[in-house]
């Protein structure tokens, strides 16, 4: 069965601080891996985007890892600051269609305090 | 940011009313997508377009229909409103980058059905 795995479920951290969020995948065949990052009451944006040929990708801050072989991403998010605090959902696609199916994690909701 | 819109962003209804959900996107793209999600859950394809005229149910089951008369425009109806139906409905767009598909979200509309 097809599922995208997030840990930890929820995380606070202290402004400045820097911290690790982790993705496990059972996607088949295996396409692309995006992270999104979704503030309370709006739309996930996209952050990152990974093929299973790229092992990092870096957008500002945030520095998304990809382990094709064992299934793992992770999302490094640097000096973390206020605006941070957010839901960080880890979505993979297949390539068993056109569409590109879509598979989505639950997300891992980062709280940053002052 | 991407220029991909949803009306209203929140609708309190009662019972056994008919409600359309808007959503319209500037950016000429053919794919079109509606999610619902749950607090704290993961995203569910209801609905999706490839084109004008075109439209398919999603993984989700839903009492919901869509329509796709114009590109722009992919609206979603309920003809009868739940309690069950009271969640938060995301509208997407996507176009083709590289070898993959980049989904922009809207902001969405949290529907609550007393």
């Known amino acids: 069965k097809n599922q995208v795995e997030q840990s930890p479920q929820s995380l606070i951290i202290l402004e400045g601080k820097n911290c690790t969020l982790q993705?496990?995948?059972?996607?088949?065949?295996?396409?692309?891996l995006r992270w999104y990052k979704q503030d309370t009451g709006r739309g996930p944006v996209s952050l990152t985007i990974?093929?299973?040929?790229?092992n990092t990708k870096s957008n500002g801050r945030y520095t998304a890892t990809l382990d094709a072989d064992t299934k793992q991403s992770s999302l490094h998010i640097t000096a973390s600051q206020l605006s941070d605090s957010a839901s960080y959902i880890c979505?993979?696609?297949?390539?068993?269609?056109?569409?590109?199916?879509?598979?989505f994690g639950r997300g891992t909701q980062l709280t940053v305090w002052p | 940011e991407a220029d991909i819109y949803q009306t209203p962003r929140y609708l309190v209804i009662g019972t056994g009313k008919k409600i359309t959900l808007e959503c319209s996107q500037t950016?000429?793209?053919?794919?079109m997508y509606w999610y619902q999600q749950d607090p704290g859950m993961e995203l569910h394809l209801i609905h999706y377009?490839?084109?004008?005229?075109?439209?398919e149910k999603g993984d989700l089951s839903s009492e919901s229909t869509v329509s796709r008369i114009r590109t722009e425009h992919f609206p979603l109806t309920l003809e009868s409103a739940r309690p069950s139906h009271t969640s938060q409905y995301l509208c997407?767009?996507?176009?083709?980058?590289?070898?993959?598909?980049?989904?922009?979200f809207g902001p969405g509309t949290r529907l609550t059905v007393t």
């Open positions: 997407a767009s996507s176009a083709r980058q590289g070898i993959s598909y980049e989904q922009y």
């Open positions: 993705c496990n995948y059972t996607v088949s065949p295996f396409s692309n």
């Open positions: 990974m093929t299973f040929s790229e």
């Open positions: 979505v993979v696609s297949d390539r068993g269609s056109t569409l590109g199916r879509l598979y």
């Open positions: 950016m000429g793209h053919d794919k």
């Open positions: 377009s490839y084109g004008v005229n075109s439209t």
